[in-house]
Each structure stands twice: as C-alpha cells, then as structure tokens.
C-alpha cells in the first residue's frame, strides 16, 4: 500500500484503520448558488449607471442692451409652447401670421401626437428650403406652471426626430400666454 | 444467450472546474461593483429615449426635488478640498476626521453651517433628518460656491472640468430647474447633463 502512515509507531499493536471516505463532494448547488450571485451582480452593476441627456444651452448675454437679434425666416420655425397639465400648443411661423396649416394648435406628447407634426414639418421646411443645412428651428417655450417632465418629454421628442436646431426660450409674449391659458 | 451487459455510466460530472471559475468572476463582480449609496433626496426622474450614461468621475450632480436642492460631488480627494475652499469662504472650519467623512457622503442639502451636524450623524440617521436643501437664493447663494469651488477642487485634483448633472423630479415646476440652470449659466457652464430613465423603445 503506497499510504504514508503517520503514526508515532509506538504501538504495533492495535492499527486503527480508519474508514475510507468518498473525497469528491458534491458542487452543483455550490455551482448554482455562485451562478445565480454571478447574474444579479452582472445586471446590478450594468444597469446602475443613471441615464443622462445632454443639454447644450447659448450663451447669456449679461447687458440686455447689447442683444444681437438673429434673424430668421419664420417660415423655418415651429414654437411649442408648454402648459399645465400637459397641455402643448404649437404654432409655425409667427403668431400673428402663421404659415398655411401652422395655426395654434393644441397636441398630446408622445408618438401619435406632436412627433407626427415635428416629422411632417421638418419634412416641409426641407422641401420649402431645398438645402439640407437649413432644417427646421424649433422654439421651445416652458411656462412658469410646466413641469420638468414636460420638458424631458420635449426635448426626447427632439431627439427621436433628430430636429437640427432647437433653443429653449424663457420668455413669453402676452399673446402666447392668452393662448396657453385660453380654452 | 450472451447477454451484453451496458456499461454503467456515472452521471455526475466533475464541477471542480466550473466552480472555480464561477467563484472567480464572482469575486471579480463583487469587487468592482460599487455600494449604492441610499440618496438624500429620493426623486422620480423623468424617462427619455436618450441612452448616454453618466461620466463615474469628475461629476458634481444637483438633485431638485419637492423645491429644495441637493449637492452631491464625486470623488473623495475632491470633496475634501471642496470643503475645503468652502470652509474657507464662509469662516467655518472643519477638523480633518469631519473631512474624512464628508469624503465618503451621500448628497446633503444643509446650509454650510450647520453641515457639520449632518457629517456627526451615523450615515443610516442621515435619511431620517429633514433636510432643509443648500440656500440658492440671491441673499445667501451657497449653491453657486458649491458648484464654484467644487470645480476648483476637480481641476486641482483630476486637472480636469468638472460636468455637471442635473437630477430633477419629474413633477417639479419648470422655473425651480430654470433656477439652477441660471446659477449655472451664471458661470458660463453651458452645457450640462440632465439626468433620466431608461424609456422603451415603442415611447
């Protein structure tokens, strides 16, 4: 037998002859219980990491005298006015003169409302421009009662439409405040 | 009749292996995770299609939720020195074992006088304490020292700019984001990360 025996060898006498027993033990649920914490720690730690939108804003002119007005063609601008309660009323072109079919109009967020509208008019403004540099400019315009997530929504909507230019723009005529808070 | 006896085949296989490398990767898994710190100001972000991810680094995060705000800076060499320059600005000291702790902080939102009293609190104790939210108003703008000193310490320590993000609840009124987006651009940080779910594709 090629078994090291480690007795004192004092005694020749009585040899204890342990029992021989099984070495290979049994891993499946060792297996199972280390896949398992493998998966939640793979999903935990990919899936932690918060999304984020990249924001881009103009420069803020400190002396209000000094603006410089930029001016564009309004038939190229679309302005999304944002309300309460969700409320979203866009105009193309200007306010007193709309373009044709570019009246004030209320929409829902989403796929079937003003993304339809953002696709159909960026659609036209490139047929009515002809140059692909000079697509559509879209005029947001959060009111003092919209929330943040009207404004995520918005801007999303910019994304998924892939609008050129858009700029978020503070302030409000009295006309366009008649027209969110009017019926 | 010779009979053909089968030979039995052992059904267990050898799981040695297969144990060990699972226990490897496990233990990688583990060690690279990071501990989700529980948020000082828990907010509903609002969803978007939009799938960057936010820099793990030389990032300052502004949580805005239910009009108060929050100011959570990463990085622990960072926040040291930002306590720093704040401590400085506004005449209140703070011994090194207070620094120590404030470097591995969750977001507060506390005037700069009383934070100590926040960085004494066991960190389980901290969520439990109404937060009054950083003073951002014109009389007393801690908010854009923060943001300003904290970018201070980021380009001292990482020699890099500082992003910021901004974290709001989805049912705050646009002129409380409005706010923070002015004290920011007030620093002629014009670009800057708004924070937001994961959206399904079908949106």
Redesign the interface.
Known sequence: MAELNTDGGGDKGGKVRSKKQNA?V???A??DL??L??TF??L??TL?????????????EDDPNKKTDVKVDENRTMTIL?GDNDKLVRYVGLLATPVAGGTPKDFVY??DGIRKELIDRKKKVLEYTGNKEKGIIVIIK????????????I??EM??VDVPTYAIV?DFTPEETKLLEGK | MAKIKMKKKSTSTDMTAMCDVAFLLLTFFILTATAKVPEALPVDTPASTVQTKLPESDLATITIGKGKVFFDLKGREVRKRALELMGEKYGVTFTQEEMDKFALMEGFGVPIQSLSQIIALKSADRNKVEQPGVPKDSLDNQLKEWIYNSRIANIETNDKELQIAIKGDAKEEYPAIKKVMDILQDQKINSFSLVTGLRGKDF
């Open positions: 290979k049994d891993l499946t060792m297996v280390a896949f914490l493998i720690f793979m935990t730690t932690s990491k918060p999304q984020s939108m990249s924001l881009g804003l103009p420069d803020k944002l989403g796929k959060p009111s003092k009662k919209s929330n943040y997530r009207n404004l995520i929504d801007l999303d994304a998924i503070n």
